[in-house]
């Protein structure tokens, strides 16, 4: 395993933009499990020397959402789009590089286990860089495909905000339980902040859990999501324990808490 990097060995981008086939140059997949399979010492190496090239940074710096997807609905409202579009782009930057987040295991299967250690990490060093700025700088968990629910959820919010799209990260609780992105202008009317029930017309893109879906449903997806992934086996760090994901503090914490815009937005 090499020794531990911190992002301030990163060098300056310059004006190249790289080509999409730079994870394939590099030895990397695209196919989201496959990564956790080869995640050895030689390849963290190359992942690293990979995230380093200027040309990978600019490219990931020139990352918008002006790309429409396969399966975009005609007539669709531009949050539901530029939500889609925002959650897509994360999610399979972050496959593609392959670290991920280092909060969420599956205990039962080596090669996660491996890709978790090594992603905590790389987490923890990715962290402290990106909020080490004011505005936080929010392209570095998309340079280095890793981070957890605040990263990724900033990493969204950054690329819609680029694309003119109101959003923000928003909190759970005031306790950091866990992030998410809200997208569009809440409603002056909305009073429920709890079960976003009133927050009509907004989107949530939850990259870490896997959804996307209008603000409205957000608390039942995320239920329904939870118990999935403890039926596939799946853990979550919740303060500093390994619980099921389906763990009752960890769902009021999230279901049953405040919600509300974070300090740190991009």
């Known amino acids: 395993?090499?020794?531990?990097?911190?992002?301030?060995?990163?060098?300056?981008?310059?004006?190249?933009?790289?080509?999409?086939?730079?994870?394939?140059?590099?030895?990397?997949?695209?196919?989201?499990?496959?990564?956790?399979?080869?995640?050895?010492?030689?390849?963290?190496?190359?992942?690293?020397?990979?995230?380093?090239?200027?040309?990978?940074?600019?490219f990931c710096h020139d990352l918008d959402l002006s790309a429409a997807l396969d399966d975009e609905v005609d007539g669709a409202e531009p949050d539901e789009i530029y939500a889609r579009r925002a959650f897509v782009r994360v999610r399979n930057q972050?496959?593609?590089?392959?670290?991920?987040?280092?909060n969420k295991v599956r205990p039962d299967d080596p090669a996660s286990?491996?890709?978790a250690d090594v992603a905590n990490d790389m987490v923890t060093a990715l962290q402290d860089c990106v909020y080490g700025t004011m505005p936080p700088d929010f392209v570095l968990p998309m340079i280095w495909g890793c981070g957890n629910c605040g990263e990724m959820s900033g990493a969204a919010a950054r690329l819609l905000?680029?694309?003119?799209?109101?959003?923000?990260?928003?909190?759970v609780d005031y306790k950091g339980s866990?992030?998410?992105?809200?997208?569009g202008d809440v409603p002056d009317r909305a009073m429920d902040h709890v079960g976003l029930t009133d927050y009509d017309g907004c989107w949530v893109v939850d990259a870490w859990a896997g959804i996307v879906c209008?603000?409205?449903r957000?608390?039942?997806?995320?239920?329904?999501?939870?118990?999935?992934?403890?039926?596939?086996?799946?853990?979550?760090?919740?303060?500093?324990?390994?619980?099921?994901a389906n763990d009752p503090d960890w769902l009021d914490a999230v279901i049953k808490g405040l919600k509300h815009p974070t300090v740190a937005q991009p």
């Open 1 to 58: 395993m090499p020794a531990k990097r911190t992002l301030a060995t990163i060098p300056e981008q310059d004006e190249t933009r790289a080509s999409p086939s730079l994870m394939q140059d590099a030895g990397a997949s695209s196919s989201p499990g496959q990564v956790e399979a080869e995640l050895t010492a030689s390849r963290v190496q190359a992942l690293l020397n990979l995230v380093n090239l200027p040309e990978w940074q600019a």
């Open 94 to 102: 972050f496959s593609k590089v392959g670290f991920k987040s280092g």
């Open 113 to 115: 286990m491996q890709r």
């Open 161 to 171: 905000r680029r694309a003119g799209v109101q959003a923000s990260i928003y909190g």
């Open 178 to 183: 866990h992030a998410f992105t809200m997208v």
């Open 214 to 216: 209008p603000a409205t």
């Open 218 to 244: 957000y608390c039942d997806t995320f239920l329904r999501k939870m118990n999935t992934w403890t039926g596939r086996g799946k853990m979550i760090m919740h303060g500093e324990h390994w619980v099921r």
